[in-house]
C-alpha cells in the first residue's frame, strides 16, 4: 500500500490546527504495538491453484468489462486515498472539510498510523502478487514502478476504507447503512481496478473490522470519538445540501454488492 492517503491525512489534520487525546508526535498511534498484531488475525491468501484463487481470477476477468464504465470512473476516484472523506459524502449527508471536521482530520490521521502498521505486516508476511501482474488485461490506473512490488493481500485501500467506515457509522450512526455500503463499494473498487483479488479486499475489510474492535480498548480513542461526533452534529447541521444528482448517481452505482 501506497504512502499517499497518510501525506494527505496528515496535511488534512495540520491545516486543521487539531489535536484530541495528546500530541501526535507524543501519541503516534492509537494501540500500542503490543496490543494488535494483524498478522494473528489475517488469514492465509487462497493457496494457489485452489478453487478461491480460481474464483478471484474469474472475478477479475469478468470485471475487465467495467472498463470506461462509470463504475469505473468512480474505482478510478476511489483510488485517491487522501480524498476519502469526499468518497463518504453522500453516504454521510454532507462533506466533512478540514475547517469544518478538524478533530475527525486529527483523529483519522492518527488512526491512520494503525491502519499502516495493520495493512504492512500480513502483506510482508503473504507476499501475494497483484493480479494483474499474471493477466493481459487493462487496470483503471496507471501503476508505478514500485506499486508492482507492494502486495496484493491484504488490500490496504479496503482496510483503511472499511476502518474510516466503521468511524464514521459510530459518528454518524442513522447514516451507518449507506456509510457501511460505500465502505464496502470503496473496497470492490480495488476489484474493479483489478489491483486486488476479491478474496485480497475481503481480507482488507476482515482486518478492519478486528482493528477496529481492538481500538476500542485505547481510552484516547474513546475520549476522541465523543468529540468527534459532537463536532459532526455541529457540522451537519451547518453544511451546504449536496448535489442530489451526484448522490442518486453513486447510490444506483453501489447498491448491489459486486461479489
Known amino acids: 500500500m501506497r504512502a499517499s492517503w497518510l501525506v494527505g491525512l496528515a496535511l488534512l489534520a495540520l491545516t486543521g490546527c487539531a489535536t484530541l487525546s495528546g500530541d501526535a ?7 500500542p504495538k503490543s496490543a494488535f498484531d494483524a498478522r494473528d488475525h489475517v488469514p492465509p491468501p487462497p493457496a494457489k491453484g485452489s478453487p ?9 476477468l469478468t470485471t475487465r468489462a467495467l472498463k470506461d464504465t462509470p463504475r469505473w470512473s468512480l474505482a478510478q476516484a476511489d483510488n485517491a486515498e487522501e480524498k476519502i472523506l469526499d468518497s463518504y459524502a ?5 462533506t466533512p472539510t478540514r475547517e469544518t471536521n478538524p478533530k475527525l482530520a486529527a483523529m483519522m490521521l492518527r488512526m491512520s498510523r494503525d491502519v499502516r502498521s495493520a495493512v504492512s505486516g500480513p502483506k510482508l508476511k503473504y507476499m501475494r502478487p497483484r493480479p494483474y501482474l499474471s493477466e493481459n488485461a487493462p487496470i483503471c490506473i496507471n501503476p508505478s514502478f514500485g506499486f508492482r512490488f507492494s502486495p496484493d493481500y491484504p488490500s490496504g485501500h479496503a482496510t483503511w476504507g472499511w476502518t474510516v467506515g466503521l468511524l ?14 460505500r465502505a464496502r463499494a470503496y473496497g470492490e473498487s480495488r476489484v474493479i481496478c483489478g ?26 480513542f474513546k475520549a476522541d ?11 451537519r447541521a451547518k453544511a451546504k445540501p449536496l448535489d442530489p444528482a451526484r448522490c442518486t ?11
Open 52 to 60: 478461491q484463487a480460481e474464483k478471484d481470477r474469474q472475478i477479475f
Open 195 to 220: 489491483v486486488h483479488n476479491a478474496s485480497s479486499v475481503q481480507a482488507g475489510k476482515h482486518n478492519a473490522e478486528t482493528l477496529f474492535a481492538a481500538l476500542w480498548s485505547s481510552d484516547a
Open 249 to 259: 448517481t453513486e447510490a444506483n452505482l453501489v447498491g448491489a454488492p459486486l461479489f
Open 90 to 94: 453522500c453516504a454521510l449527508g454532507y
Open 225 to 235: 470519538l465523543a468529540a468527534v461526533r459532537a463536532e459532526s452534529d455541529e457540522a
Open 25 to 31: 508526535g507524543t501519541y503516534p498511534r492509537y494501540l
Open 168 to 181: 464514521l457509522s459510530e459518528v454518524a450512526p442513522d447514516r451507518a447503512n449507506p456509510i457501511l455500503a
